[in-house]
């Protein structure tokens, strides 16, 4: 996600900035952009690529000036190129806007400003704000900028400078994380507390809707009617790796942690006015989805564990069958993939070598590729006929999390889209299900307020050296996610079974105290299911129930029951999946291992 650093102060302004910028590199960029007043000019620069593009630059030229605004640049609306990174500006370049978030109602405002005469440069929805700024500016920029925030919907924080305001700055917070910082007679803005440490731990954490105006030698933050706030200052003790880790104690955790937010800008900035969800890049017409001859969901592990869950959405809304394969698997395989086929890739990083080898060889078939991705620019992303990005935020523990939860939303989304675009559901149906979809984020929010619970549940199963997960229909494809979740980071060894297989082998496993995962989250298979955890409770198993609220019942048959709130069938993956998550994280810590970077794993697997 975006970045931003801004400086006043006595020292140069580039060479703070950039250092600040190094330190939000862990929230992921793909370009990188600077604006530093220099008496009666802004000096802009920006580059696509690494930051250090950009610091080799002013290394090289020096940016004199000690009042200036940065940015880090993680697409979210256009590609990553020169014209699209921050900072924006308006036509004769007085105004210079760096932005973290997404304005909602930009086209709108983008119409608006072209019937004035504004040419835009780029496809951002940021490029709209030095436009507004210009148009409402007499002289006082903080009261342009309240005006021209006054017209802005969407998630925020904004670094503003004006060429003729030499000792200025105006900041502005509104659902995207903003702070201030004041060290000895400098002042500054960021995103987040790594980018000041090197040079204060002062800081003012702002609320939503707050604006902080630096001017001469004072700071000032202000409510949404430009009255004074009167804050508190707070001391930062942390150091700087607890801070980038935002107070966690690990990025596995702090992304666990992430998914309300991740699911909530996944799923409701991507609805339009009226609700309908909008696919961005994607394209198909109802004539080339009712052509398809065939589906396929192709991915490797979790990509791919949430591929099996889309695949279940899209074949019960669309009515038509949808094939998944891992990766590795398939591209070998006799597939029949031809030019008749939509082939769906969901990768978070976008570069997993297996899933590109199938990206290339279907389309070399003819096929239509979609690629379902979290990284802007990727390899996948660039090489798909169609991508629709995930909007979790830079994923940076190696097992993955975040990454997860919004695939699913992402294609449940999609195969909702494609449905009602077939008519093969009803406009009652699909808006029925989104207004369901927005409450997944409160319901994540309550597994994680409830964490101590699995907690219990985690010392059940440290000292463990098998453990298994059982599931029926939905509930199995997110035991196959549980199993490798706990695998991955603690090295317990864990398999994930159809319940309604084990009679045939995999029952001889069990014996006393075999912790065994069941899930029975499933309304139309509950009491199949509970017959299962009975059969392996009789064995000896130590059986633990994740089960939706209202479902008591299955308490006869665990020794242990997490609660999930109740929820559509369809959707409770996305919400089951979050006691897993947190009892591999806390396993893992218990036993001391590398949590976030565990054994023999990479983050991003680009060879074969
Ligand atoms: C598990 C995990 C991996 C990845 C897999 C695919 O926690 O992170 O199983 O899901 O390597 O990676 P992407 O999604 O980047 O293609």
């Known amino acids: ?72 640049r993680w697409a979210t609306h256009g590609e990553p190129t020169i014209v699209n990174s921050h900072p924006h500006f308006n036509k ?74 030499a000792d200025e700055m105006v900041a502005v917070r509104k659902d995207s994380p903003l702070i201030a910082g004041v060290g000895e007679g400098e002042f500054f803005v960021a995103s987040d507390i790594p980018a000041l440490l090197n040079y204060t731990r002062n800081v003012y954490y702002l609320d939503n809707g707050e604006v902080v105006h630096i001017k001469g030698d004072k700071i000032e933050i202000l409510n949404d009617k430009k009255e004074v706030v009167d804050k508190k200052l707070n001391k930062v003790t942390w150091d700087i790796e607890a801070a980038e880790k935002g107070g966690y104690k690990f990025f596995m955790e702090k992304e666990i942690f992430e998914q309300p937010q991740g699911c909530k800008d996944t799923l409701e900035r991507r609805l339009d006015k009226d609700g309908h969800i909008v696919l961005d890049d994607i394209k198909m017409t109802k004539e080339e989805l009712e052509n398809l001859e065939n589906i396929y969901i192709i991915a490797c592990g979790t990509a791919y564990n949430a591929g099996v869950l889309g695949k279940t959405a899209m074949q019960k809304f669309m009515g038509i069958p949808v094939y998944t394969d891992i990766a590795s698997e398939f ?45 802007v620019g990727s390899t996948i992303a660039r090489e798909a006929d169609d991508v629709f990005y995930t909007w979790a935020g830079t994923e940076i523990a190696v097992a993955s999390t975040k990454a997860y939860t919004t695939q699913i939303v992402s294609l449940y ?102 912790p065994v995962i069941s899930l029975a989250t499933q309304q ?19 059986v633990i129930a994740i089960a939706q609220r209202h479902n008591k019942e299955v308490e006869k048959v665990s020794s242990h029951t997490l609660y999930i709130p109740d929820s559509d069938d369809l959707l409770s993956p996305v919400i089951a999946v979050v006691p897993m998550q947190l009892l591999a994280l806390m396993v893992s810590d218990m036993k001391g291992l590398d949590v976030d970077k565990p054994r023999n794993l990479a983050k991003s697997v680009t060879v074969e």
């Open 524 to 542: 139309n298979l509950f009491e199949k299911m509970v017959s299962n955890m009975e059969e392996v409770r009789a064995r000896g198993a130590n």
């Open 331 to 375: 591209r070998y395989n006799d597939n029949f993939v031809n030019e008749h086929s939509l082939v769906i890739l969901v990768s978070q990083s976008g570069e997993t070598a297996d899933t590109l080898a199938v990206l290339r060889d279907s389309k070399e078939k003819g096929a239509r590729v979609l690629a379902v991705t979290n990284v």
């Open 1 to 72: 996600m975006c970045g931003i650093v801004g400086y006043f102060g006595s020292k140069n302004a580039a060479d703070v900035i950039i250092s600040g910028l190094e330190k939000l590199e862990y929230r992921g960029y793909d370009s990188a952009g600077i604006a530093v007043n220099e008496g009666n000019e802004l000096e802009i620069r920006k580059f696509s690529g690494r930051l250090s593009v950009l610091a080799d630059d002013v290394k090289e030229n020096p940016m004199k000036g000690n009042l200036g605004i940065g940015h880090t």
């Open 92 to 165: 004769d370049k007085s105004i210079a806007v760096v932005h973290n978030g997404i304005i909602e109602n930009y086209l709108d405002l983008r119409k608006e400003l072209e019937q004035d005469g504004v040419e835009f440069l780029s496809d951002t929805d940021t490029e709209v704000i030095p436009f507004l700024i210009d148009k409402y500016y007499e002289g006082d920029l903080l009261d342009a900028v309240y005006k021209a925030v006054g017209r802005l919907r969407g998630a925020y924080a904004l670094g503003i400078l004006h060429k003729d305001h």
């Open 413 to 514: 989304m999609i195969s909702l889209n494609f449905a009602l675009k077939m008519g093969k559901i009803t406009e009652e149906y699909y808006f029925e299900m989104i207004e369901k979809m927005k409450e997944l984020p409160g319901k994540i929010q309550e597994v994680l307020d409830n964490k101590d619970e699995v907690y219990e549940v985690a010392k059940q199963i440290v000292n463990k050296e098998h453990a298994f997960f059982l599931g029926r229909g939905i509930d199995y494809s997110l035991a196959m996610e549980g199993s490798l979740k706990l695998k991955e980071v603690s090295y317990i060894h864990a398999e994930a079974f159809a319940a309604g297989e084990l009679k045939h082998g995999t029952i001889a496993l069990i014996e006393e105290g075999t």
